[in-house]
């Protein structure tokens, strides 16, 4: 079985400030790992994810996450955050053998003000 | 290019009735999963359907069920209504069942159970 833990549940910043997300998981295999991103009244959008290869992993948008398999966290981090990356994010995992489904943490609420 | 739709986007319903909701996944696309975000939660996944077959279930009991039609398209269904049913039903959709292939979401329907 796989869990993943945000332990954040809102992360209050300020434009242009860095922010980082936490995000651990918990699994008996290897995973694979996702971030995505949930802006109000909308479904979820793929930020970034990390299947094999670096373990740092950048998006188009200037997030990045880095995969820490002895930490068993994949952190998301952002060097300066703007008002319009105001939403919930949720960490995922799947197995990497079988089927595609996500296991998905509680979410964390990034709130960016002026 | 369309993306995954869902209908409707908002429902209401008393205790014991029973609900359908529908998603039409993104052109291309041949698997269907489906999630349960309760409020304040990640999403949960209830199943998956492929090749018109449920592939995978979550820890969600047999009031839930589903179909897929030979278009792709797939109809989520709930029997006998909880008050705890009501939540944000999600719809993702992606190219085949593999493990790492990126999940699309809908923007969802939400249920009210009263």
């Known amino acids: 079985a796989q869990s993943v833990t945000q332990l954040d549940s809102q992360v209050p910043v300020f434009e242009e400030a860095p922010v980082e997300l936490r995000c651990n998981y918990s699994?008996?295999?290897?995973?694979?790992l996702f971030w995505y991103v949930q802006y109000p009244n909308q479904g979820l959008q793929l930020l970034l994810k990390?299947?094999?290869?670096?373990?740092l992993v950048e998006s188009i948008n200037g997030f990045e996450a880095e995969f820490n398999k002895s930490q068993t966290s994949f952190h998301l981090r952002k060097p300066s955050v703007h008002i319009s990356d105001t939403a919930e994010y949720f960490c995922?995992?799947?197995?990497?053998?079988?089927?595609?489904?996500?296991?998905f943490g509680k979410g964390t609420m990034l709130l960016v003000s002026p | 290019d369309a993306g995954v739709t869902q209908s409707p986007t908002h429902l209401i319903k008393t205790r014991g009735q029973q609900v359908t909701l529908r998603c039409s996944p993104k052109?291309?696309?041949?698997?269907v999963s489906w999630y349960q975000q309760a409020l304040g939660q990640g999403p949960q996944f209830i199943f998956q359907?492929?090749?018109?077959?449920?592939?995978q279930r979550g820890n969600f009991p047999d009031r839930f069920s589903g179909h897929q039609f030979p278009n792709y398209s797939s109809e989520l269904n709930v029997n006998a209504l909880l008050l705890g049913d009501s939540a944000l039903y999600l719809c993702?959709?992606?190219?085949?069942?593999?493990?790492?292939?990126?999940?699309?979401f809908g923007p969802g329907t939400r249920l009210l159970v009263l």
């Open positions: 993702a959709s992606s190219w085949g069942r593999e493990s790492g292939e990126t999940q699309y």
């Open positions: 699994s008996s295999v290897s995973v694979y």
């Open positions: 990390y299947l094999s290869g670096s373990t």
């Open positions: 995922a995992v799947s197995p990497p053998s079988g089927y595609s489904t996500l296991t």
């Open positions: 052109s291309g696309h041949d698997t």
């Open positions: 359907y492929y090749e018109e077959e449920e592939r």
